[in-house]
């Protein structure tokens, strides 16, 4: 008859409980959320006029075109917090959106 030691899956069980728990939404809810962000950032239109694509360039920048021309829009987002502005667990939310200078080609 043989034991089983249960010494270090436990030991790992015991380490990932005290590892901070974060919960966010799919990726494609929160590229979903970014994109309505930047569609909505009312001053772009005012600097480009027509938009003809947005593109998602790396995580949370989007660049807008409109012909010749584009301006490069961050998205930035932070993790959920209590009311005491501690981290907890739950989805990400935008805290800013900011558009670049219009550059064009």
């Known amino acids: 008859m043989t034991t089983r ?6 030991v790992a069980v015991l380490l990932a409980g005290t590892i901070p728990a974060a919960a966010e939404l799919p ?9 309505a962000a930047v569609a909505s ?7 480009l006029g027509v938009v ?12 807008v075109r ?9 998205v930035r987002r932070e993790g959920a917090r ?3 502005g501690e981290a907890i667990v739950g989805p ?4 800013d959106v900011r558009a670049g200078e219009r550059r064009c080609n």
């Open 52 to 63: 003809d694509r947005i593109e998602r360039a790396d995580a949370g920048k989007y660049v």
């Open 92 to 95: 990400s939310r935008i805290v």
């Open 66 to 74: 409109a012909g010749p021309c584009f301006v490069e829009v961050q």
């Open 5 to 10: 030691s249960w010494g270090l899956p436990a």
């Open 27 to 35: 990726p494609q809810y929160t590229v979903w959320q970014d994109f």
């Open 82 to 84: 209590g009311p005491n």
């Open 41 to 47: 950032l009312a001053a772009i239109p005012d600097v």
